[in-house]
């Protein structure tokens, strides 16, 4: 099993930009797999992006173009860059990782076994 800890999460006015992070300890290989999701208050939680073992990266159709997933297997970080944050990207924004995801289950958070804490973002209009 992998424990997951984002950070960089904060308050930022629409069209700025932030970097979420996402350390992993423990099992290696729950890192092979791995996604992004967030909840927005009284919403269900959703995909945002996600990235395979041969680092091919899967986006929600809301965040093309503006956010970045990227992963350093090496020291097992796992990375989000948000950029033109709107008011509806608000929300707890979540990393999560697996040993296998099929990919057409990337963005999926049944997929998914490890979750971290989750992070706070706020984009003010």
């Known amino acids: 099993q992998v424990q997951l800890v984002e950070s960089g999460g904060g308050s930022v006015q629409a069209g700025g930009s932030l970097r979420l992070s996402c350390a992993a300890s423990g099992t290696t290989r729950s890192t092979d797999y791995m996604g992004w999701f967030r909840q927005a208050p009284g919403k269900e939680r959703e995909g945002v992006a996600a990235?395979?073992?041969?680092?091919?990266?899967y986006y929600a159709d809301f965040v093309k173009g503006r956010f970045t997933i990227s992963k350093d297997n090496g020291k097992k970080i796992l990375w989000l860059q948000m950029n033109d944050v709107k008011p509806e990207d608000t929300g707890m924004y979540y990393c999560?990782?697996?040993?296998?995801?099929?990919?057409?289950?990337?963005?999926?958070?049944?997929?998914?076994?490890?979750w971290g804490q989750g992070t706070q973002v706020t984009v003010s209009s």
């Open positions: 990235i395979d073992n041969h680092l091919i990266t």
């Open positions: 999560a990782g697996h040993l296998w995801v099929d990919r057409r289950e990337m963005l999926e958070e049944s997929a998914y076994r490890d």
